[in-house]
């Protein structure tokens, strides 16, 4: 379902860009409920601290649901965040229900971060290719953002073992 817009692009253009969005938007709903899925459930050293990092993540990540539902709707498109399209559509790992420990919720969550920031990086390139500079510049800056989240996520998995 498309709607008329004004926007000077083409409807090419629009539905080839609203096509991107929507495979990140599925992502992102998913790496969403990730984040609050390891905010509820880690136990053991530093409890605390790893519950209010994953708490921020996820704020970050729903603010990439917000910008790529809205662009998808700004170039006449409707953007599906239900439930089951999100289930079908993720391309993510699906998260390990067995993560308890810290470290456990830590790796299974940059994983998971690290592969939807791969995918951004290729969804900066195919927007350039399909005209939408806009819409690549969204992939940009979300792209800016996933890796400092993954930055964040992963400093506590180095040990002075495992630095060099």
Known sequence: MTYTSRLDLG????????TLLQA?????LDLEAQTKQAHWNVKGPHFMQLHELFDSVHSEVEGFVDLIAERITALGHVADG????TAARSSLYEYPLQ????????????????Q???LVRKDIDAAT??????????????SRETD????????HLVTSDSAG
Do not use: M, N, P, Y
């Open 148 to 155: 400092k989240q993954l930055w964040f996520l992963e400093a």
């Open 82 to 85: 239900r439930a089951q399209t």
């Open 11 to 18: 409807a090419s253009v629009r539905k080839q860009a609203a």
């Open 116 to 118: 939807f920031g791969a």
């Open 129 to 142: 290719a399909a005209g939408d500079a806009d819409t690549a510049d969204l992939f940009t800056q979300i």
């Open 99 to 114: 993560a308890v420990a810290g470290t456990d919720h830590l790796k299974a969550l940059s994983g998971a971060l690290a």
């Open 24 to 28: 990140r938007l599925s992502d992102a």
